[in-house]
Nanobody
Framework: QVQLVESGGGLVQAGGSLRLSCAAS????????MAWFRQAPGKERELVAA????????NYADSVKGRFTISRMNAKNTVDLQMNSLKPEDTAVYFC?????????????????WGQGTQVTVSS
């Protein structure tokens, strides 16, 4: 079956960096668009960044543009999220998600598979 396993979360001070990684198995990875979503307490899950199947197209939430970078290595079935200049408002559980089809999707209901999430906490 399909599995998405996130790693790399943790506690960091404001202004610091973290790199999240998601390892996928059980799917033809390059045939799936991938994304990172996040959910803070009391808030809806929101798209952080998405990437197309070949990695040629990306999409970012306005709140993270210029600070976060999504990338993927299809040879290794991994998708990463490099997070720089972190702010306390970035604190959330971050989820990796996979959607059938190579085109980017920007809404959670278009994604077929989800990881268990990894906590990111940014202290002020």
């Amino acid at each position: 079956q399909v599995q998405l396993v996130e790693s790399g979360g943790g506690l960091v001070q404001a202004g610091g960096s973290l790199r999240l990684s998601c390892a996928a198995s059980g799917l033809t990875f390059s045939s799936y668009a991938m994304a990172w979503f996040r959910q803070a307490p009391g808030k809806e899950r929101e798209l952080v960044a998405a990437i197309s199947g070949a990695g040629s197209s990306t999409n970012y939430a306005d709140s993270v543009k210029g600070r976060f970078t999504i990338s993927r290595m299809n040879a290794k079935n991994t998708v990463d999220l490099q997070m720089n200049s972190l702010k306390p408002e970035d604190t959330a559980v971050y989820f990796c998600a996979a959607a059938r089809g190579v085109a980017i999707k920007t809404t959670a209901n278009r994604y077929n598979y989800w990881g268990q999430g990894t906590q990111v906490t940014v202290s002020s």
